[in-house]
C-alpha cells in the first residue's frame, strides 16, 4: 500500500495558488504522475481532464481498497481513514454501490430537493438577519458568518443531527480535509468522526424521528443484509461531511470572483437566470475538490506516452483539474461567466456522481443571490491574494472570507 518511490512527486498541501499551480505541473509533465502523500501514501496523479474522465468510468478502475488495493489495512493510514476505510457508497462497486445508492437516494430525488426550498430560504434569511445586526462597516468572516451555515444547518436538519451535537460534529468535519497534519492528528480526527456519527446513531434509536439518519437506522434494524452498522456510520460520514465543507468552498468562491469581477456582477444583477452560469463557472475554475483518494487499477491500464498503471496500483483523480486544462478550456485561469463551455468534474462523472449534487447547487443558487440583494456594496476588506487559504491538496476553499458589508437593502 505504501512504497518509498524516490521518483514520486511530493503532493502539496499548502493549498491556494499553488494548488492549481502544481495540477498544471503534473498534467505537463503525462497521463499520470507518481504523486507521494503524507504518510508515504504513492499513487498515479491523473490530472489531464480526457484521461481523468476515461478512468472515473474504466471497467477496470474500482473505488474499493478492500478489494482491489493490495495490501491494504483499514486504519493502518488515519488520514485515509474517510476516503479510504469507511465502507459506503462512496468505496463501493457493482451490485453493493448500488444497494447502498439506491438506499441514500431517497433522500435526494429532486422532487425532496425542491421540497428543501423553504428551509434553505429560512435558513439563508436568518443568516443574513444576523449579518446586518453587525451594522454596515462591520469587517465580518463571511464565510463563518455566512458560507459555513448555509450548507451545514441544511445537511444537519436534513439528517435530523440534535441541536447539541452540531458544534462538536460541524469542528470534526471542518478538519476532515486537511493534508498537513501529524499522524496523531489524523488519528484523533478519524476517531472523532466515528465517535459523533456513533453519538448521533445512538440518539436516534433512543429518539427516532422523520429524518434521514432514522430512515437509514430503520433499514439496517428491519435488514442488516440492506445496511450493515459499519455501513450506516459510514454513510453518515460521507454524507453529512460531503453535504457541508464541499457547498461552503462554492459559495466562498463565487462571492470573491464576482467582487472582483464587478462587471460580472452587474451582468448577473440585471439578469438573475444566470445565477447558474455564475455557479458553473465557479465550479470550473474553483472547483470544491481538487485530488479526491483513491482508486484502484484492477488491471493494467496502458494510458500511453509510456505510462503503465499496474494492477493494484493506487490512482488519484484530479476532479478540479479538468475545468483548469486548457486541453479542455480556452483560457482556462480566466472567470467568464459567458463562457459557452463550462463542463467540469466538480461533482464527479459515472457512476460515482454525486448524489447530493442537486441540493449543492440548490443551495447556492438561493444563498448568492439573497447575499447580494441584501448587502449590494459588499466588499472583500482584503486583497485576494492576501486570503489564507485551506492546507489542504484535496479541499480548495479559504480559511476566511473578511468583508464589509456595506449598508444593507
Not at 465517535?195 to 433512543?206: P, W
Amino acid at each position: 500500500m505504501t512504497s518509498p518511490h524516490p521518483e514520486a512527486v511530493t503532493l502539496d498541501s499548502d493549498g491556494g495558488r499553488r494548488l492549481y499551480e502544481q495540477a498544471d505541473e503534473l498534467r505537463a509533465a503525462g497521463p499520470a504522475v507518481r504523486v507521494r502523500m503524507p504518510e508515504n501514501v504513492v499513487a498515479w496523479s491523473v490530472t489531464r481532464g480526457d484521461i481523468a474522465k476515461e478512468l472515473l468510468i474504466h471497467p477496470h478502475v474500482s473505488k474499493d481498497a478492500r478489494k482491489s488495493w493490495p495490501g491494504h489495512q483499514p486504519g493502518a493510514v488515519p488520514w485515509l481513514y474517510p476516503w479510504v476505510d469507511v465502507v459506503s457508497m462512496f468505496t463501493s462497486d457493482g451490485g453493493d454501490h448500488a444497494r447502498l445508492r439506491q438506499l441514500l437516494g431517497r433522500a435526494f430525488t429532486p422532487r425532496r430537493i425542491e421540497a428543501l426550498r423553504p428551509a434553505i430560504e429560512a435558513v439563508v434569511t436568518g443568516l443574513l438577519d444576523a449579518l446586518a445586526d453587525r451594522g454596515a462597516d462591520a469587517r465580518v468572516d463571511l464565510r463563518a458568518g455566512f458560507a459555513h451555515g448555509v450548507p451545514t444547518r441544511v445537511i444537519c436538519d436534513l439528517f435530523g443531527v440534535p441541536a447539541d451535537q452540531r458544534p462538536e460534529m460541524l469542528r470534526i468535519m471542518a478538519t476532515v480535509f486537511a493534508t498537513d497534519v501529524t499522524p496523531e492528528q489524523s488519528a484523533a480526527v478519524a476517531n472523532d468522526l466515528y465517535g459523533a456519527m456513533r453519538t448521533l446513531v445512538d440518539a436516534k434509536r433512543r429518539a427516532p424521528a422523520d429524518d434521514m439518519t432514522s430512515a437509514l437506522l430503520a433499514a439496517h434494524e428491519e435488514d442488516g443484509d440492506r445496511l450493515s452498522e459499519t455501513e450506516l456510520i459510514s454513510t453518515l460520514i460521507a454524507v453529512i461531511g460531503g453535504g457541508s465543507e464541499t457547498t461552503v468552498a462554492v459559495i466562498d468562491a463565487a462571492v470573491r470572483e464576482l467582487l472582483t469581477h464587478p462587471d460580472q456582477l452587474a451582468a448577473v444583477l440585471a439578469e438573475p437566470a444566470r445565477w447558474t452560469d455564475v455557479i458553473d463557472e465557479t465550479l470550473r475554475l474553483h472547483p470544491p475538490i481538487m485530488h479526491m483518494p483513491l482508486r484502484y487499477a484492477t488491471e493494467d491500464i496502458d494510458l500511453g506516452e509510456g505510462v503503465t498503471v499496474r494492477a493494484g496500483d493506487a490512482i488519484l483523480i484530479g476532479f478540479g483539474a479538468h475545468g483548469r486544462d486548457p486541453g479542455v478550456h480556452d483560457d482556462p485561469a480566466a472567470f467568464h461567466i459567458d463562457r459557452a463551455d463550462k463542463q467540469h468534474l466538480a461533482f464527479g462523472h459515472g457512476i460515482h456522481y454525486c448524489v447530493g449534487a442537486p441540493l449543492g447547487r440548490l443551495e447556492a443558487e438561493i444563498a448568492l443571490p439573497a447575499l447580494f440583494d441584501r448587502f449590494p456594496r459588499l466588499t472583500l476588506s482584503i486583497a485576494p491574494d492576501e486570503l489564507e487559504p485551506q492546507h489542504s491538496f484535496i479541499g480548495n476553499d479559504v480559511a476566511e472570507l473578511p468583508v464589509i458589508l456595506g449598508p444593507a437593502a
